[in-house]
């Protein structure tokens, strides 16, 4: 398993990652200590959100929330790993990436809440709406990236035009057959598609040991895809191993497969209770390996961070959280009869039929209702 950071900040080097890191110096150097404290900050803000959506669910605000917390430096340092024209295919606990993306957490939070299928355009950010279920994204990134290679901007040696796709899923995801399928494709048209796969150790109450008898990175080596294993809650190695496959498939070289080694800290789902099936010790463990607290002591080790940046990052945080707070106490529900309006592109007669037929339906109600006032007045 590569790892760029120890558990306790220390650096080890590494010739091909740290070269991936480097690019050509200046901006393009994602190891400087400005972009190091850039994705610390990252990291808390979306934790902040992340919490602060658990408990916007308790309140009864959301349906449901499926939490990232332990997961930041797999998701921060993949979403700025890519460029800005390559298309990412999230699922639905991939908040990291949609941060670094420039997608608003408030927008995660409406479709957690029934109000929105996505709410963010997925051409202007190149990043799909989240795919609910388990690994069915993988097809439709392959499929997106099989277009790029047919529309001519797939190993050209234009840095500025070339591009790939990113698939993101989960351990337990990689298990679907929609998984398998989408190797096959990738593989047989050397599609620019990077699998990038988030081993969070549980795949709901079952363990990656039960999933599979050999590392998950071992998979995709059965179609000729290139893997790599890289400590999950390191950001630095992410960073580097997900820029140097997307690179890869860019330049034509085909599919790559990463399998990042992290841990769900919170439980599935708001619906799930991890105790029933997880020891706590295991989560004091993993504790010990949070992604925040490593990258921090990386940075103390290299003088770069204070007292007062954490602070400072530590309050962004708490205000990111209010403003969600308050952003989703005052939402108003969307009218229902817009479900009816972009079910196709262009109007259908049997989607106007069911329009009708609810309108007519919701007229019930509301003659009742002046029918019980009236009623109510002549008493």
Known sequence: MVQLLAADGTRTPHADLDAALAGSGGEDDLASPERLRGYYRDMVMIRGADLEATNLQRQGQLGLWASALGQEAAQIGAGHASREQDYLVPTYRE???????????????????????????????????????????????????????????????????????????GDGASSEGEVSESFTFAASFQAPVVFFTQNNQWAISVPTSVQSRVPLAQR????????????????LAVLGAVRTALDAARAGEGPRFIEAVTYRMAAHTTSDDASRYRPSSEEEEWGEKDPILRLRRHLEQLGEIDEAFIARCDEEAHDLAMQLHHHIHGMEDPDPVGMFTHAYAEPHPIVEAERDQYLEYIAQFEDDDEDAEQTGKDA
């Open 220 to 235: 995709s080596r059965g179609w000729g895809i290139p893997s790599v294993r890289v400590d999950g809650n390191d950001v």
């Open 95 to 169: 908040h990291g990436i949609a941060w670094a993306r420039g997608i608003e957490p408030w927008r995660l939070l409406e479709s957690y809440r029934g109000v929105s299928h996505g709410g963010w355009d997925p051409n202007a950010l190149r990043t799909h709406p989240y795919m609910i279920v388990l690994g069915s994204q993988a097809p439709h990134a392959v499929g997106y990236a099989m277009g790029l290679q047919r529309d001519g901007v797939v190993g050209t040696g234009d840095p500025e035009t070339d591009t790939a796709v990113l698939a993101l899923f």
